[in-house]
């Protein structure tokens, strides 16, 4: 259970680093680099800086997994950071952890038959119902009164990114996490470079400071989840990290950024406590 909380807390610092970087870096790509090869340093370092291919079996399927949850991680990351300067850190938060909710979950139920406890369903229909909770309006959900396209594709991406994790815990080899990391966030920095040598954006030293500072949660939730898996359900371990992300973020939105919720939005909360504790009963 201590990792899930990690992952909780580390999810949350990644979307705060994110706010407090706001008008403060001239390439979010470069930052988005930089934390990219904050973790592809981090990982490799866990690795002894050798082993990139090791002789153990599965590498190859790792590598695989790798790549594909790096594109995603890289997608996922960028449509966050658009989002929060365009719909703010609670509502962008709120569709990325849903994402992360749905998706994950879905596939571990119908590919890999976890079965929820009833009062596990409550908490994971409590969780759907606080996230829709927190952005219904009389004309719609969402700013604008629909959902954005924007954010259903950070919800797509962030879900696709999170299939992964339980994919490589159920199939790949425990010995390889490390190296399933370093192929993960590999990919992504590799996509990033591209992109910015195609748009010719150059990193200064905030691009620098706020990557490093996004990158290390990044890395060390995605490694918490990982080991959360190993002894928490997947049925527990997906809804409890997003919801109790979006605890943190709001409580923190709210606090330091000074933003307001409705008494629609405080019920809400409401509900995602009493979502936390059925998921873990």
Not at 84 to 98: A, D, E, P
Not at 149 to 164: D, N
């Amino acid at each position: 259970m201590i990792y899930l909380l990690l992952s909780i807390f580390c999810g949350a610092m990644v979307s705060i680093s994110m706010r407090l970087s706001e008008g403060k870096v001239k390439s979010k790509l470069c930052m988005i680099a930089t934390n990219y090869l904050t973790c592809l340093t981090v990982a490799w370092g866990l690795m002894g800086f050798q082993n990139v291919f090791p002789a153990e079996e599965g590498i190859i399927e790792t590598l695989g997994m790798g790549t594909f949850n790096g594109f995603f991680y890289m997608l996922a990351l960028i449509m966050n950071q658009y989002n929060i300067s365009r719909n703010g850190v609670v509502l962008s938060s709120v569709f990325s952890k849903m994402g992360g909710l749905l998706i994950p979950l879905l596939v571990s139920i119908l590919i890999f038959r976890e079965a929820p406890t009833m009062f596990q369903f409550i908490g994971f229909v409590l969780s759907v119902v606080s996230v829709i909770m927190l952005n219904y309006r009389k004309d719609g959900i969402g700013a604008g009164g629909s959902f954005k396209l924007s954010l259903f594709a950070l919800l797509v991406a962030e879900g696709c990114a999170g299939i992964m994790s339980k994919v490589f815990n159920e199939t790949g080899n425990s010995i390889l996490a490390s190296n399933f990391l370093f192929f993960t966030f590999g990919t992504a920095f590799l996509f990033c470079v591209i992109v910015i040598l195609f748009k010719k954006e150059r990193p200064g030293k905030n691009e620098l400071m706020y990557g490093v500072m996004i990158g290390l949660p990044n890395f060390m939730g995605s490694r918490f989840v990982l080991k959360a898996l190993e002894s928490v359900p997947a049925v527990v371990v997906y809804p409890s990290r997003s919801v109790g992300t979006i605890v943190v973020i709001t409580l923190v939105g709210m606090l330091i950024f000074k933003e307001r919720l409705t008494k629609q939005q405080l019920v809400a909360m409401a509900v995602i406590l009493a979502a936390l504790i059925l998921l873990n009963l």
